[in-house]
């Protein structure tokens, strides 16, 4: 790989991904389903190079972030709704599934 062109890409995922964690905290559901691949990625790529370097012995600002935002989404708005519809409930249980991956990523 291009060490120039990885670094580029790294740069630009870092200015993203601020905007990206703030959508996972209170965005649209829609949305946030649609940037779980790139932060699954991202978390991945991340726990790599931590524990290739530092051997885990810590979790880095950014994952901290990602946990953050993920605790955030999954607490209930209190002026939710008790009884969404089938389609709403689905989509909410398939964004906790997402969810609770990137949680396990991180772990």
Do not use: W
């Amino acid at each position: 790989v291009d060490t120039v062109l990885e670094g580029t890409a790294l740069m630009l995922l870092e200015q993203l991904i601020p905007s990206v964690l703030m959508q996972i905290g209170d965005g649209d559901t829609e949305l946030v389903m649609a940037v779980m691949p790139l932060v699954n990625g991202y978390v991945a790529r991340v726990r790599k190079r931590e524990l290739e370097a530092l051997a885990g012995t810590y979790v880095p600002a950014f994952l901290r972030q990602v946990l953050l935002a993920v605790a955030q989404r999954c607490q209930l708005p209190a002026d939710e709704d008790p009884s969404p519809d089938s389609e709403e409930e689905d989509a909410q249980g398939d964004l906790r599934h997402e969810l609770l991956i990137i949680y396990r990523n991180i772990g």
